[in-house]
T-cell receptor
């Protein structure tokens, strides 16, 4: 039982490049989330998926797209990376019995 | 006003001390509250859930004050290993809203 996994762990992009961050969970959770964490800003929600087939914007969705590929996988895409997207990105999934979220290990992204 | 606010600290305390953090929230409709612990360069990990007035787990006690809209985390007999950032979160719809975190440094 791996919990929530994310790939890659680290990535450096040039401005304008695109990439997809992958997230998978093996806990059979319905809801999945993408956050970014910046110093002094805490965790900010980018997008979330309450169930397979649905996605919704969070607090900071601009510049990102998501795909809920199936119940296990939720990917985050940066179409044209900008230096302001330099951050640590966390994926999380939510238990069905409460609101406890479990996080993946994060992806450290630098955009130059 | 931010939805969830925390004192960023840092709180510098000696081993064995008791330390408490508060977290205020603005959404009076929130029913579920959480404390997460985050170590440097790691993901947040759930420490405690608070669904009613409070919760206790060993040296850790979380309390909820709905009238004043804050939750607190009390750590007794602090250990060096308690050094971390503590994030509070409240439920909002089917999402969690996080505070920016409080840094705790326990020193020998």
């Amino acid at each position: 039982n791996a919990g929530v996994t994310q790939t890659p762990k680290f990535q450096v992009l040039k401005t304008g490049q695109s990439m997809t961050l992958q997230c998978a969970q093996d806990m059979n959770h319905n809801s999945m989330y993408w956050y970014r964490q910046d110093p002094g800003m805490g965790l900010r929600l980018i997008y979330y998926s309450a169930s397979e087939g649905t996605t919704d914007k969070g607090e900071v969705p601009n510049g990102y797209n998501v795909s809920r590929l199936n119940k296990r996988e939720f990917s985050l895409r940066l179409e044209s990376a900008a230096p302001s997207q330099t951050s640590v990105y966390f994926c999380a999934s939510l238990t069905g019995t409460g609101y406890e979220q479990y996080f993946g290990p994060g992806t450290r992204l630098t955009v130059t | 006003r931010k939805e969830v606010e925390q004192d960023p600290g840092p709180f510098n305390v000696p081993e064995g001390a008791t330390v408490a953090f508060n977290c205020t929230y603005s959404n009076s409709a929130s029913q579920s509250f959480f404390w997460y612990r985050q170590d440097c360069r790691k993901e947040p990990k759930l420490l405690m859930s608070v669904y009613s007035s409070g919760n206790e787990d060993g040296r850790f006690t979380a309390q909820l004050n709905r009238a004043s809209q804050y939750i607190s985390l009390l750590i007794r007999d602090s250990k060096l290993s308690d050094s971390a950032t503590y994030l509070c979160a409240t439920e909002y719809g089917n999402k969690l809203v996080f505070g920016a975190g409080t840094i705790l440094r326990v020193k020998s």
